[in-house]
């Protein structure tokens, strides 16, 4: 069955406007002061914005598995980056194809493994239109964008590169305004340009940013943020410049309500702070991200609470085209929300983390517990039968996570049923049940936790 909304007789157009390594509190509506974000900030209050919203694994290809397929990393197979997207895994694409729609992809990839060379076709996830490249920050750079077009020919696009690849996509735009289209416009910044570790901004935006607001965390725990704070922030202005170039194009060709936008990041970054780069760990900073919803029945959605998950996101957008929702799938639409009918919403968020670790964590409203597979290589090992606590955070104490109860005796009740519930998650996402075992105890001074809490 196909879904409408008052303003339009088809189907509604869907664009993934989809940053990398972008956090959560870059944005106005979330406290950040400096204004990088009016566009988002719009479009959440105006749309239906998800404030706690995360990732499911905290590095680019596992993330990006998740976000196409809605299944966890593990169940993709893509556990950590260089492991290609089964062809045989049916991705977003695949789904709005069946339903008539087309579907393009422009920008970052990294679902191939091959790098800086062409994705075959096979390896495209069904994407009819294709603009891109694998590892886009292997065969570009901030002035210089270079992708791949269907033919597998380098196409090279002029401006800075958030630019290029807004021009592409409201071009894709204007070329199928009389018909149903998908487009996933995968960004690469605010992620840092990989072979001089540098946040390359454009020309003027780095030092209009440089030295005006540090997040907490960052503040305390230092890391590389004095040096890259600026052109990070630089590149997520210019990102936002870009969302209302696209949401302008859409008002010019009278699409606005017709075109649901899902604007979202793969992971954040927390600035070699908790571990040797920039993701990788279960910390806020880490996996949690900005998101927001508008357009058809996303329009005065208002402002969800609920902690939801990149896997959520692929089930809410096939639910807005009217397009059946897989049973294999194993993230939840989030519609049921916007019409306050989800009573059964879990009550927190599972994260799988990789390489840096073998690594587990769920986050509830409250509360951050992290569990690692101590000796275990996590670019070699999926998963383990294994773990050890390692990490347990008060959020409401404690937002910026600098403070870890891990072994605090006061706090082993609420360890422990954080673990079951951990174990729950793991089990439910296709993992064997692990052992896990207790962190080192510590003596916890000062810090109790009531019974009632």
């Known amino acids: 069955m196909v879904m409408t909304n008052s303003s339009s007789r088809r189907q509604p157009n869907v664009i993934v406007f989809f940053t990398d390594q972008q956090r959560w509190d870059t944005t106005g509506v979330h406290g950040n002061p400096l204004g990088l974000t009016p566009h988002f900030d719009l479009m959440a209050r105006q749309g239906t914005h998800l404030e706690y919203a995360f990732t499911c694994q905290p590095v680019c290809g596992p993330a990006r598995s998740c976000l196409q397929t809605g299944l966890y990393a593990t169940e993709t197979g893509c556990y950590r980056n260089g492991i ?101 416009l995968s960004y690469l910044e605010p992620h840092h340009q990989n072979h001089r570790d540098d946040y390359p901004a454009p020309d003027v935006y780095r030092d209009a940013y440089t030295g005006r607001w540090t997040p907490p965390d960052l503040a305390s725990l230092g890391g590389t943020a004095h040096q890259h704070l600026g052109g990070y922030y630089g590149m997520v202005k210019r990102l936002d410049e870009a969302l209302g170039r696209i949401r302008d194009a859409l008002r010019s060709l009278q699409l606005t309500e017709d075109t649901v936008i899902l604007f979202t990041s793969d992971h954040g970054c927390h600035f070699k702070t908790r571990n040797g780069e920039y993701k990788r760990s279960c910390h806020e900073s880490s996996i ?130 954080l673990r079951d519930t951990l174990i729950r998650r793991m089990t439910e996402a296709g993992e064997a049940a692990p052992h896990i075992e207790a962190a080192s105890p510590v003596r916890s001074g000062q810090r109790r936790i009531r019974e009632h809490e």
């Open 288 to 417: 949690r991200v900005p998101a927001a919803l508008y357009g058809s029945r996303f329009t005065g959605g208002g402002h969800v609470t609920e902690l939801v998950s990149l896997v959520d996101f692929v089930p809410t957008l096939l639910d807005a085209a009217g397009i059946p929702i897989p049973d294999h799938m194993q993230g939840r639409s989030i519609g049921p929300l916007l019409r306050r009918q989800a009573a059964d919403w879990p009550q927190e968020v599972f994260v799988q983390i990789s390489e840096s670790q073998v690594g587990r964590a769920v986050r509830t409203r409250r509360w951050k517990y992290g569990v690692v597979a101590e000796g275990l290589d996590g670019t070699k090992h999926a998963s383990s039968a294994r773990y050890t606590e390692k990490y347990l955070y008060d959020l409401y104490a404690d937002p910026y996570e600098l403070t870890n109860l891990a072994g605090y005796d006061s706090y082993r009740g609420i360890a422990d049923e």
């Open 84 to 184: 290609p997207l089964r062809p045989e895994l049916p991705t977003l694409a695949h789904y709005f194809n069946e339903a008539g729609y087309e579907t393009g992809y422009i920008g970052k990839w990294h679902l191939a493994a091959t790098g800086d060379q062409p994705v075959p076709d096979r390896l495209r996830g069904g994407y009819q239109y294709w603009l891109a490249a694998d590892a886009l920050e292997h065969t570009s750079d901030a002035y210089h964008t270079m992708l791949y077009d269907n033919d597998n020919q380098p196409v090279r696009l002029p401006g800075y590169r958030v630019d290029a690849l807004t021009d592409a996509a409201i071009r894709y735009i204007d070329q199928r305004k009389d018909k149903p289209f998908f487009l996933f």
